[in-house]
C-alpha cells in the first residue's frame, strides 16, 4: 500500500512532476548531453515555469541527479524489497542503509544541502512563499517501512511518527551529530538509530498498541 498517495494526491502528483523532470534529466545526461532546467522540462513535456519552480538553476538540477538520486537506488531497493512484518526490523534496516549511504558519500550531500538551501533562496526571492526544493524521499521511505503500523494508528499518531522518525534520517542530522555534538560517524549513527527505536516505541505506548499488533 503507498500511504502517501493515499493520503496526500497533492503531494503525490508534486512529487511525480519533481520525479518526470529528474527522470528526463537523467535521460539527457545518459544521451551525452548535459541537461539544464529548460531542455529537461521540455523533455518531460512540463511547463518551464513549473520547472523552474523546482529547480531554479542548472546547479540545482545537477545536484539533484548527479549527487543524490543515483546514490538513493539502494534504498529504492531496499523499499521495493521489504516484506517482513516487524515494524522496528523495517525501520532498522532503512536507518542502516540510508544513513550508510550518507556516512560513505558525505561531501556530495553537504554539496547537495548547500544547493538545497541555495535554491530556496533564489524561490524565495522569486516570489515562493513555500519552495519545493527537495524531493521528501525520506516521508514516503518510512511510510513504506512503517506500512504494518498504518492501520494500527490513528491518524494524528500515524503522521506524527513519520514527521518525527524524518529527522532520524539524513544528511541534516548526521551533519548536525557530526559538526555540532562532535560524534564519530559510528557515534552519530547509533544515536540515530536509539533516537527512532525510542521515538517508535512512544508512540507505541502512547497509541496502545505494539508492534506485535501488526503481525
Not at 529548460?38 to 523533455?43: I, L, Q, V, W
Not at 540510508?98 to 538545497?116: C, D, K, P, S, T
Not at 512503517?146 to 524524518?166: G, T, V
Request: hydrophobic share 40%.
Amino acid at each position: 500500500m503507498n500511504v502517501s498517495s493515499q493520503e496526500d494526491p497533492r503531494k503525490n502528483q508534486k512529487d511525480r512532476t519533481r520525479a518526470a523532470i529528474v527522470d528526463a534529466a537523467l535521460t539527457l545526461m545518459r544521451d551525452g548531453v548535459t541537461p539544464t532546467v529548460t531542455s529537461a522540462a521540455e523533455a518531460a513535456r512540463v511547463s518551464r515555469p513549473t520547472a523552474y519552480r523546482y529547480f531554479p538553476s542548472q546547479e540545482s538540477l545537477m545536484s539533484e541527479i548527479m549527487d543524490v538520486t543515483p546514490t538513493t537506488e539502494p534504498v529504492e531497493e531496499l523499499i521495493r524489497s521489504m516484506d517482513g512484518s516487524d515494524p522496528k526490523q523495517r525501520l532498522d534496516e532503512l536507518l542502516d542503509v540510508f544513513n550508510g549511504i550518507f556516512v560513505a558519500n558525505e561531501g556530495q550531500y553537504r554539496a547537495a544541502l548547500r544547493v538545497y538551501l541555495d535554491t530556496w533562496f533564489a524561490a524565495r526571492k522569486s516570489g515562493q512563499e513555500n519552495p519545493d526544493v527537495r524531493f521528501g524521499r525520506r516521508t514516503r521511505w518510512l511510510e513504506n517501512a512503517l506500512e504494518p503500523l498504518h492501520d494500527s494508528l490513528q491518524p494524528d499518531h500515524w503522521h506524527r511518527l513519520i514527521n518525527a522518525l524524518s529527522l532520524t534520517l539524513g544528511a541534516d542530522s548526521l551533519v548536525i551529530l557530526k559538526d555540532v555534538c562532535r560524534l564519530e560517524n559510528n557515534e552519530a549513527l547509533d544515536v540515530l538509530q536509539w533516537t527512532a527505536k525510542t521515538i517508535l516505541d512512544a508512540t507505541l505506548r502512547e497509541a496502545g498498541t505494539t508492534a506485535s499488533d501488526t503481525d
